[in-house]
């Protein structure tokens, strides 16, 4: 008698067992829909050193994340050209590199190349020329040579541009950006992310584009902020 008291004992703590897992596992999914729709932030903060355009100590912080071969941060590119001479050092922009190489096989030795220029002072010059001269380069099974003519158009010491441009330090440094990207949830290219928030789905145009920095610069005050003003 006592071992089908034992029995039935058992059988109910399964059951209540079962009934606790199953409450946890309905809490856990209603958490994560609850959270679906956060906003993504970005995982790695900006540093010195980053590549960066306008103000040191900006009050807004704009971070892209770009490859060089990809058509679509080559139209962006005036865009943010043209972001950076309207807000001046009122808007810091943040150039870091997230090459998409199973489709753009040259977008990792382009990386490369601004790294490399970025050690003598000069990343954004050959940022500028990668993007503009991107239909040429794009095309090469090896575009080295010209990215060697392009040092030379922006008065790189070119020897050491070809020697930078292997090495473990220009190649860690795009390494350190694309976890960085993946960390942050970026799984394309543009990816934006404003005073440290995903901008989740890009401006289409200089408008669009400038409603959000003025809107960054300019935030509204919460209804508890005006309170107690």
């Not at 058992?10 to 897992?21: D, E, F, K, P, Q």
């Not at 040092?151 to 473990?168: M, N, Q, R």
């Not at 290219?189 to 959000?212: C, R």
Request: glycine share 6%; proline share 6%.
């Amino acid at each position: 008698m006592m071992k089908m008291k034992f029995g039935l004992l058992g059988r109910i703590t399964s059951v209540l067992a079962g009934i606790v897992i199953v409450v946890a596992g309905m809490a856990w999914i209603g958490n994560a829909q609850d959270h679906a729709n956060d906003p993504q932030m970005l995982s790695v903060p900006v540093t010195d050193s980053d590549w960066y355009e306008g103000g040191k100590d900006a009050p807004v912080v704009l971070v892209e994340y770009s490859d060089f071969q990809c058509p679509a941060c080559r139209a962006y590119a005036p865009l943010i050209r043209e972001l950076h001479e309207t807000y001046g050092d009122s808007l810091k922009i943040v150039y870091r590199n997230y090459p998409l190489v199973t489709i753009h096989p040259n977008a990792q030795l382009a990386a490369q190349a601004a790294e490399a220029s970025g050690i003598q002072g000069k990343f954004f010059q050959m940022h500028d020329i990668l993007f503009g001269n991107q239909e040429t380069w794009s095309k090469e099974t090896d575009p080295t040579s010209l990215f060697v003519e392009y040092a030379t158009a922006i008065g790189l010491d070119v020897e050491k541009f070809k020697t930078d441009l292997t090495t473990s330090e220009v190649i860690n440094a795009i390494k350190d950006d694309v976890n960085g990207g993946d960390e942050s949830k970026v799984s394309s290219t543009p990816t934006f992310f404003l005073n440290g928030v995903q901008i989740s789905k890009n401006p289409q145009g200089f408008e669009p584009f400038k409603a959000l920095i003025d809107a960054a610069l300019n935030p509204v005050p919460t209804s508890s902020e005006t309170a107690t003003q």
